[in-house]
Structure formats: C-alpha cells, structure tokens
Nanobody, 125 residues
Framework: QVQLVESGGGLVQAGGSLRLSCTAS????????MDWFRQGPGKEREFVAAIDWSGSTVYAHAVQGRFTISRDNAKNTLYQQMNSLQPEDRAVYYC???????????????????WGKGTLVTVSS
C-alpha cells in the first residue's frame, strides 16, 4: 500500500506562483509514473501533468508552458511548479501513482493505482 501526501497548496493572487509537493511511502517510487490531477468546483477531475519513471513529461493544454512537473527519486517526492496562476486554476490538486512499472506517461485516471487526499489551490483575481 502506497501513501501519497500532498502539500503546498494555498491562496495566491492571479499571476502568482505555487509549488506543490507529493511525498510517497514505500520503495518503488522511482519505477512508477506519477501524475497531477485537479478538480475544480462543480467540475470533474481532470488531468494536469504526468512524468514517467525516466523523466518524460506530458501536460494538459491548459497548463502547458505555465506548470512544470518534476520528481526527486532520492526523496520519493513529486513536485509541480505552477506559475502565472489564473482563477480558473482554482481546484483541489491530487497526486497519483501510475499502476504500471516503467511505462510511458499516463494521463488516464483509470490507470492510477494510488491517490493522495489533495491540496487546495485558490487563486484570487
């Protein structure tokens, strides 16, 4: 059983930045792809960014060029640097572990085996 704990959410003004972190338990972190998803008020959960075991990344069009996903395998930690935040970025952000080992970046919620409880990001206009 893998536990994922997100941190770094908060309130920021439009145009500001935040850095999210997600720390994973266990010793298989480096072999799995990791993703960020988000769920805004009244919306379905949506894909934000993914990074596979080798460091290859994929981004949703809405965040391309503003968000950067990265990982530190020595610390079992996933990051997401979010710049130029806009009110539409307001959401609960979840990290998730891809169930496949050493696979390509996976953008589907169905492919995730473990989820964190989320961290809230609020952007004021």
């Amino acid at each position: 059983q893998v536990q994922l704990v997100e941190s770094g959410g908060g309130l920021v003004q439009a145009g500001g930045s935040l850095r999210l972190s997600c720390t994973a338990s266990g010793d298989t972190f480096s072999a799995h792809g990791m993703d960020w998803f988000r769920q805004g008020p009244g919306k379905e959960r949506e894909f934000v960014a993914a990074i596979d075991w080798s460091g290859s990344t994929v981004y949703a069009h809405a965040v391309q060029g503003r968000f950067t996903i990265s990982r530190d395998n020595a610390k079992n930690t996933l990051y997401q640097q979010m710049n130029s935040l806009q009110p539409e970025d307001r959401a609960v952000y979840y990290c998730a572990e891809d169930g496949s080992i050493r696979g390509h970046p996976n953008i589907r919620t169905e492919g995730m085996d473990y989820w964190g409880k989320g961290t809230l990001v609020t952007v004021s206009s």
